[in-house]
């Protein structure tokens, strides 16, 4: 990234390629003249006394100050320079429309990193970012600017003009600057890189941070010792002024209209403070600031530009989204490290291997003070035997890995994302520029003591609490509104329908969809609830409204359940297709679950529910007829889900019989199971059983059959039984492979049902040994694929069963005398051995002791079960 890199520049450079031919051409000459007068700017050396320094006299104002991006030396350097220079007016590379609000840049509340974000007022989608670090040379002059009462205005492109310009690009992340792309195919030159070249340098990071970045950090002379403050941007003027001479605009041909404007803005300021103006804009811009050009000839290259109304304000900004890898054109590697070079006061190495040290303290790495010792010395003297003037981040990240970390990669990834990268989050004060949205969405965030921070940590709920339940609903809602702030996640804790698991994690991109979303409404309920209003009519399948229900409950949103439940109920209708019937019904129940648990009226979703699962009830033995290996596969996951629905479903009703007097609790329990629960049983075993249709494929079977057994609706004779049939010599081996995996697939349930169960494992392996040859690669991949689903550990317990002897075809599987027991295995079950061992088993879990009402609830599945049954 070249020094001119910065908001509105591209990220798409390259290093300048090298030519031995060029080597002494007058341009490489100038640039190497240009690089000695860099290199030796910081103590006054390789200019002649007499010659005229910046701010000498007036002829050399306006004082242009060529600028780094983000870079803690640069923003030093400004700093100098405006307290020797003492301008009348500063301007800076930004767009004008913030002239308005740099004010509160001054304000108590503004804390940095922070950015403008300006975006279209018709299209807030479309949007541009201006980040601003504690260490960015801009806010180090506005903060000067504020601090001595010396105006400030910015002289970019207008984001009105640039913004028009980048949406014929249309960019999916709204985090780039919104200055437009390149047209052409053109390799853009790295300007630093090609000074690095020059200076004999193959990192160009590496070179700036010596001749600029660590200036007055080390013990020797810095700017303060005797140089002129403006000696510095004098050299990187004419370092850049030799480069563009070389390579003309370098590919960065857009540039010429910012130029234009900048330089216009700059007349206009000449005209109304005098010939004492500052300039604050990357280095890049500078030659093209001090050129000679006519007020024609700039207008004339800003005649027809498109413009947008646009709107502007501060946003909050995070050192993650100031790296390099976040995607935004003028990040920088290590945002955490160059703070911590701009805010310590003395010895930066010290003081950034003592903030090292405490890091790894904290994550439990033994670290102590002879560490912390160790590394500086070590960082010293890899910095002199580089030939560098301070330790640089190379030479402190590799002192840490040999001091304090043993060589291990594992904590300097820790302290790379922590420290050199970190998860500062800026903060902008309340009188900035929100829409309404944002001031609503601020206000909830403070009543529920949920900050946003740029670090990703877990959020835990029970919603059984207001504080929780009100935390639950406002996440839910940004989420209706594609504000995901949180995204939830599998608890580790608790299973029950009484918790929440979040992971949040505020990303500045965040603020350019609460302003998208201001389109809906001013307050996030309001916004949700239009929002989830316009998506139920616009819904053209049963399950997005279903899975929009289900959203509504969970959010709250009581006003737009009734054009939900219409379409619902609408859609239910129409749909005739099992699937997506069974795709929608696992949703709906969910919504009655959850509209249970949170105390919200769900009886016209529980009537839509059962009507539902009645139709799947006729129409699925008949869907399943007929079907491909694709399709079938397809089958079985709707059957499992349907499954676990409808006991859901069953439960949930039961739960209800229970609030209405405690002796119709059985009644509903028992009415409910012969009705839904029993029926869709039925189902299953018309699937399973011998009277099947014989075009059912044998997935399906199987998964019926499993599914029954599983729920204790199917005797493990009969299930036996089913295979033997299943697995008999009539059989296909395809079909019989597919009846396998659909009975004993699907993770490692399966695969314990066969250790438990010798009977099921010595059908399966009778069978196994009776296909013939021809055929067997044929069944191999789906028990290939049944088998390795299987955990390690059952699938070594299956080998060792096998091969101990296990009897193929037993006899005891279809009920004639019990085969000869395996090594290490009685015939049968012991009932007086078991018995022995049931005294210690109860002691153990605590039946036989007396408990308080206490232990006895402790867990969430008890929690749950006595809160839904209660009235």
């Known amino acids: 990234m070249g020094p001119g890199a910065g908001p509105g520049s591209s990220a798409a450079t390259a290093p300048v390629p090298v030519r031995g031919a060029d080597a002494a051409s007058p341009a490489t000459t100038a640039r190497g003249a240009a690089v000695a007068g860099l290199a030796a700017s910081g103590s006054g050396e390789g200019r002649d006394a007499a010659s005229p320094q910046v701010g000498d006299v007036a002829a050399v104002w306006p004082l242009l100050l060529g600028v780094r991006h983000h870079g803690p030396g640069s923003a030093r350097a400004v700093r100098a320079a405006l307290d020797e220079c003492v301008p009348r007016v500063v301007l800076i590379e930004g767009p004008p429309e913030a002239d308005a609000i740099v004010h509160l840049a001054a304000e108590d509340g503004m804390r940095p990193p922070v950015a403008l974000l300006a975006h279209a007022a018709d299209d807030p989608g ?24 010396v105006p400030v205005r910015f002289i970019d492109l207008p984001a009105a003009n640039s913004l028009a310009m980048s949406a014929k690009e249309a960019p999916a992340d709204p985090s780039p600057p919104p200055s437009p792309p390149p047209t052409g195919e053109r390799l853009r030159v790295d300007p630093l ?6 200076a004999g340098y193959d990192d160009p990071e590496r070179w700036w941070e010596d001749v600029v970045e660590h200036r007055g950090l080390g013990p020797g002379p810095g700017p303060e010792s005797g140089a002129r403050a403006t000696g510095p941007f004098v050299a990187v003027g004419e370092a850049m002024a030799a480069i563009r001479r070389e390579y003309g605009d370098g590919g960065h041909e857009e540039d010429a209209v910012r130029e234009a404007h900048m330089r216009l803005r700059l007349r206009e300021a000449r005209r109304e403070f005098g010939e004492e103006v500052a300039v604050v804009c990357g280095a890049w811009h500078v030659p093209a600031l001090a050129e000679r050009t006519t007020v024609t000839a700039d207008r004339k290259l800003l005649k027809g530009l498109p413009k947008v109304k646009a709107e502007i304000s501060w946003v909050p900004w995070t050192h993650r989204r100031l790296a390099r890898h976040s995607g935004y054109g003028a990040g920088i590697a290590s945002p955490g490290w160059y703070s911590h070079l701009f805010h310590a006061p003395d010895r930066p190495l010290e003081r950034w291997m003592t903030k090292v040290a405490g890091l790894l303290r904290d994550e439990d790495f033994a670290v102590s003070s002879a560490h912390v010792i ?8 890899l910095a002199a035997m580089r030939g560098r003037p301070l330790a640089g981040l190379a030479e402190t990240t590799d002192a840490v890995r040999a001091a304090m970390c043993e060589g291990s990669e594992v904590p300097i990834a820790l302290v790379q994302d922590r420290l050199v990268v970190g998860d500062v989050l800026g903060e902008v004060p309340e009188s900035a520029p929100a829409v309404p949205l944002q001031r609503d969405l601020i206000r909830t965030q403070r009543s529920l003591r949920l900050k946003p921070e740029a670090l990703d940590r877990e959020l835990e709920l029970d919603l059984r609490k207001e504080m929780d339940a009100g935390r639950s609903r406002l996440l839910h809602r940004l989420r209706l509104l594609g504000v995901d702030w949180g995204t939830p996640a599998v608890s580790r804790g608790s299973t029950g329908t009484f918790r929440e698991t979040w992971r949040l994690c505020w990303e500045p991109e965040l603020s350019v969809r609460v302003a998208e979303a201001g389109v809906w409404g001013t307050t996030v309920l309001s916004a949700a609830t239009a929002r989830a209003e316009t998506e139920a009519r616009s819904a053209t399948g049963l399950a997005e409204v279903t899975e929009l229900a289900e959203r509504c409950l969970l959010a709250a949103l009581p006003a737009a359940l009734p054009v939900v439940m219409r379409a619902l109920a609408d859609r239910a209708a129409l749909d005739t297709d099992v699937g997506h019937l069974a795709q929608a019904l696992p949703a709906l129940v969910r919504s009655v679950r959850y509209g249970d648990v949170r105390g919200t009226d769900i009886v016209a979703l529980g009537e839509v529910a059962v009507g539902l699962a009645e139709r799947i009830l006729v129409g699925l033995p008949p869907a399943c007829v007929g079907l491909d290996a694709g399709g079938a596969a397809e089958m079985r996951g709707h059957m499992e889900a349907v499954h676990q629905a409808i006991g859901l479903l069953s439960e949930t009703a039961g739960a209800g019989a229970a609030g209405t007097t405690s002796a119709g609790a059985g009644a509903g329990a028992t009415g409910d199971d012969s009705g839904l629960r029993a029926r869709w049983a039925a189902v299953l075993r018309g699937l399973a059983g011998r009277d099947g249709t014989p075009a059912t494929p044998g997935l399906i079977r199987g998964r019926a059959a499993r599914l029954l057994l599983d729920d204790g609706r199917l005797a493990e004779d009969e299930a036996a039984l089913l295979m033997g049939l299943a697995l008999s010599p009539g059989t296909q081996p395809a079909e019989a492979a597919s009846w396998i995996e659909g009975f004993v697939g699907g993770g490692a349930g399966g695969g314990m049902l066969l250790v438990h169960d010798e009977r099921l ?3 399966v392996d009778g069978w196994l040994t009776a296909v013939p040859p021809e055929a067997f690669t044929d069944v191999l991949p789906l028990l290939r694929r049944t088998f390795s689903a299987y955990d390690t550990g059952v699938r070594r317990t299956l080998g060792e069963l096998v091969r101990r002897g296990l009897a193929a075809g037993d006899p005891h599987a279809r009920g004639g005398p019990a085969a000869p027991a395996a090594p290490g295995f009685g015939p049968g079950l012991d009932p007086d051995r078991a018995a022995a061992v049931v005294p210690t088993v109860r002691l153990l879990l605590g039946l036989d002791s007396d408990r308080t009402d206490s232990d006895t609830t402790d867990s969430d599945t008890t929690e749950n079960e006595t809160t839904e049954a209660a009235p």
Not at 126 to 149: M, V
């Open 193 to 198: 890189a090609a000074l690095a070249e020059t």
């Open 374 to 381: 160790e590394a500086v010395r070590l960082a010293e003297t």
């Open 761 to 763: 494992l010595g059908l």
């Open 126 to 149: 479309r949007a541009g970012f201006w980040p601003l670090a504690g260490f960015s040379p801009e806010w180090a002059a506005i903060q000067w600017a504020l601090a001595h009462d």
